[in-house]
């Protein structure tokens, strides 16, 4: 039988903002939550209904901090680049993002704006950080 | 980027004293055994640094020797891993003797963040 699985290794994967991945990634993470609406009338019996009525997507990317010397930089948006865009307000703080799963997988684009952006450092270890993101607007797989 | 915590620490201490690993020890005092179990570090974008869990012992028979040696090697290797392309973090330093055989260990996580190549030195 042929094999028509393929398994990807997780460094095949990224998320860009503004076509830039987050320089110094070490974990990217994608969640889909449903919106779930619930219903009941007395012609269900007492059996609840539900209904999906769209998706919260999120990201969450983890890494290094790190800087890089370039300024306007092309491929990559380093820590500096990442904390000014924590800092935006209105439709400055939404970012076009897309989402590439190796070679072989879909993509995925849409609008994000970042929620969270931490920095942590202590005397020992490199500085990390954790960057969240939420989709606003259609997420949707790029033909 | 290739690991070359090994190769930097032996030449950093290359006129301190011989650094050999603990198959080379030998009864010619003062030496220096060191041991390195380094680590790569990976981001999504490939390796970006090694860590290296790293174990020097002083070996001497006259104390006051394995003390100025161990001091040289202390000064040595802590400018040596703070130049910028890496570093280091100090661990546990002890100091023992047993039959007239004095030693003192030293333990260091040290950093590589950049390749490093052994020096040219001109001996014009």
Do not use: H
């Not at chain 2, 010619?28 to 380094?38: E, N, R």
Request: glycine share 6%.
């Amino acid at each position: 039988m042929p094999d028509t699985t393929s398994r990807i290794l997780g460094y095949n994967i990224a998320l860009k903002l503004n076509s830039k991945t987050c320089l110094g990634r070490t974990q990217e993470d994608l969640s889909v939550t449903p919106t779930v609406k619930e219903s009941i009338t007395k012609d269900n019996e007492g059996n609840k209904k539900y209904a999906i009525t769209g998706q919260e997507v999120t990201f969450k990317v983890s890494g290094l901090v790190t800087f890089d010397s370039a300024t306007g930089t092309t491929t990559t948006m380093d820590s500096d680049d990442l904390m000014d865009q924590s800092l935006k307000k209105g439709s400055a703080a939404e970012i076009p993002c897309q989402y590439y799963r190796g070679t072989t997988g879909k993509a995925y684009s849409g609008t994000v704006i970042m929620t969270n952006y931490t920095e942590s450092s202590n005397a020992e270890d490199e500085a990390t950080y954790t960057a969240d993101f939420k989709v606003t607007g259609a997420f949707e797989a790029v033909s | 980027m290739t690991d070359s915590l090994r190769a930097k620490l032996v030449y950093t201490c290359r006129n301190i004293c011989p650094m050999v690993l603990s198959e080379d020890e030998t009864k010619v005092y003062p030496y220096a055994v060191y041991d390195i179990t380094s680590v790569a570090q990976r981001d999504k974008d490939g390796v970006y640094a090694f860590f290296g869990d790293t174990l020097i012992r002083v070996v001497s028979n006259v104390k006051s020797e394995a003390d100025t040696t161990a001091a040289a090697i202390q000064s040595a290797v802590e400018t040596a891993f703070r130049d910028g392309y890496s570093n280091f973090v100090p661990g546990d330093f002890s100091k023992d003797c047993q039959e007239g055989i004095w030693t003192i260990e030293m333990n260091y996580t040290l950093k590589q963040y950049a390749d490093w190549a052994e020096p040219i030195e001109n001996n014009d």
